[in-house]
Nanobody, 126 residues
C-alpha cells in the first residue's frame, strides 16, 4: 500500500512563499507520476502541477505558471511544490497524488490517480 503524507502548509501573507512536501512510502516511487491538486472552499478539486519522472518537463495549470515549481527527489521518495508570490486565490487544501507512469494519460487527469494524501491547508491573507 502506498501512503502519501503532505506537510508544509500554513498561513502566509500575499506575496509570500511556502514549500509543500509530500513523502511517499514504498520502494517504487520512481515509477510513479506525481501531481499536486487543490480544493478551495466551495470549489472542486483542481490540478495544480504534475511531474512524471526526475528531469521531466513539469506541467502546470495556467494560474500558477511562473510562480509555482514542482520537483521530485527520488532518493528521498519526496515531491515538492515551491509556491512563490502567493495570492489570496491560492488559498485551498493542497493534495499530492500518485499514479503509475503512463505516457498516454495526461498528468492533469485527476481521476487516473490511484493514491492521495490527506491534504494540507494553505491560507494566503491579503
Amino acid at each position: 500500500q502506498v501512503q502519501l503524507v503532505e506537510s508544509g502548509g500554513g498561513l502566509v501573507q500575499a506575496g509570500g512563499s511556502l514549500r509543500l512536501s509530500c513523502a511517499v512510502s514504498g520502494r517504487t516511487f520512481s515509477s510513479y507520476a506525481m501531481g499536486w491538486f487543490r480544493q478551495a472552499p466551495g470549489g472542486k478539486r483542481e490540478f495544480v502541477a504534475g511531474i512524471r519522472w526526475s528531469g521531466d518537463i513539469p506541467n502546470y495549470t495556467d494560474s500558477v505558471k511562473g510562480r509555482f515549481t514542482i520537483s521530485r527527489d527520488n532518493a528521498k521518495n519526496t515531491v515538492y511544490l515551491q509556491m512563490n508570490s502567493l495570492k489570496p486565490e491560492d488559498t485551498a487544501v493542497y493534495y499530492c497524488a500518485a499514479r503509475r507512469l503512463n505516457p498516454g494519460v495526461p498528468i492533469s487527469e485527476e481521476r487516473r490517480y490511484d493514491y492521495w494524501g490527506q491534504g494540507t491547508q494553505v491560507t494566503v491573507s491579503s
